[in-house]
């Protein structure tokens, strides 16, 4: 059972123009999403969060958006760059002010930048 | 780079074997966590440990075990190897290990059973 989803595995943008990236989650409980930037043969790193009490947390050219009547939450980027060409996952916890960071990731989107 | 570190980089092993992954987490942190990523899936979590003790266990099989050190350092154990078993595993480490400690992935073992 896939509770965070990431239902497009690539999406393609040109230089300067916005990346929008999306990701649903089914389990209600959860009340804490992150996105994490992959590049090839390194680790995920942490990029940007949103706890479930806001709708939106921007930092920089990165803008998280959350729905939870809908459990649909969002990654902007603008404007997106070649260097921002990376696998991004989305993930969820259920685990807000409490004592384990338990994540549960989706399949991730792989985003290209084209020059 | 991360400060997380994992070794071996690469494994090659055969069916019903054991190995024994390494994860020396960012200085600093005291909670260790480790994933699976297999092929086309996400990162599924397998267990976090928090200064010694395990806190939490998600998905692990009974074939595996972890666990972490006095010097926080943690090893995974995954034995009776199955080819399904093939996949990148990820240690993660974090300062406080609750909701809020930001994850710190090193960059993975890849495991390969033939």
């Known amino acids: 059972d896939q509770q965070v989803k990431q239902n497009s595995p690539s999406l393609s943008v040109q230089e300067g123009r916005i990346s929008i990236l999306n990701c649903d989650y089914t389990n209600s409980m959860f009340d804490y999403f992150l996105w994490y930037k992959k590049y090839p043969a390194e680790g995920p790193t942490f990029l940007i969060s949103?706890?479930?009490?806001?709708d939106k947390n921007e930092d920089g050219r990165f803008t998280v958006f959350l729905n939870k009547s809908a459990k649909h939450l969002s990654l902007h980027i603008v404007p997106s760059q070649p260097g921002d060409s990376a696998v991004y996952f989305c993930a969820a916890s259920a685990g807000y002010g409490g004592a384990t960071n338990k994540l549960i990731f989706g399949t991730g989107t792989l985003l290209a930048v084209q020059p | 780079d991360s400060g997380v570190t994992q070794t071996p980089k690469h494994l090659i092993t055969a069916t019903g074997q054991r190995v024994t992954l390494r994860c020396s987490p960012r200085s600093g942190d005291l909670s260790v966590y480790w994933y699976q990523q297999s092929l086309d899936q996400g990162l599924q979590f397998l267990i976090q440990y928090y200064n010694g003790e395990e806190r939490a266990k998600g998905n692990i099989l009974e074939r595996f075990s972890a666990q972490q050190f006095p010097d926080l350092h943690s090893e995974l154990n995954l034995s009776s190897l199955e080819l399904g078993d093939s996949a990148l595993y990820f240690c993660a480490s974090s300062e406080r290990g609750d909701w809020n400690s930001p994850l710190h992935f090193g960059n993975g073992t890849r495991l390969t059973v033939t």
């Open positions: 949103i706890s479930s009490i806001k």
